[in-house]
């Protein structure tokens, strides 16, 4: 099981940015998946966690209403949008997937993808 995170950036307040997460040794439509960040000086936080059967979804509080998760299952790619970004969203994002979901917390999850930088800045 392998993920691979990209899209990040510089981006100015109010700006959008998706970022991708390319999977392989599995399947992303059978998988929980989530999504973390982590500022600098803070611990990680998980975003955006995602059960792979009903579609259940769990936000953080900071980025309802901003952030939407999809999943392209012809190329096994997940994405995340980021809409209305705002300066407390720099961070290093990482997309994480297990087979069960329970939650998110980094303890829910077996597999990681390195990180992808996003600034969000003027």
């Known amino acids: 099981v392998q993920l691979q995170a990209s899209g990040g950036g510089l981006v100015q307040p109010g700006g959008s940015l998706r970022l991708s997460c390319a999977a392989s040794?599995?399947?992303?439509?059978?998988?929980?998946i989530g999504w973390f960040r982590q500022a600098p000086g803070k611990e990680r936080e998980g975003v955006l966690c995602q059960g792979s059967s009903d579609g259940h979804t769990i936000f953080a509080d900071a980025v309802k209403g901003r952030f939407i998760i999809s999943r392209d299952k012809q190329t096994n790619i997940v994405y995340l949008q980021m809409n209305n970004l705002k300066p407390s969203d720099t961070a290093v994002y990482y997309c994480?997937?297990?087979?069960?979901?329970?939650?998110?917390?980094?303890?829910?999850?077996?597999?990681w993808g390195q990180g992808t930088q996003v600034t969000v800045s003027s």
């Open positions: 994480a997937a297990d087979p069960i979901y329970a939650g998110c917390s980094d303890e829910d999850y077996a597999f």
């Open positions: 040794g599995f399947t992303v439509a059978d998988y929980a």
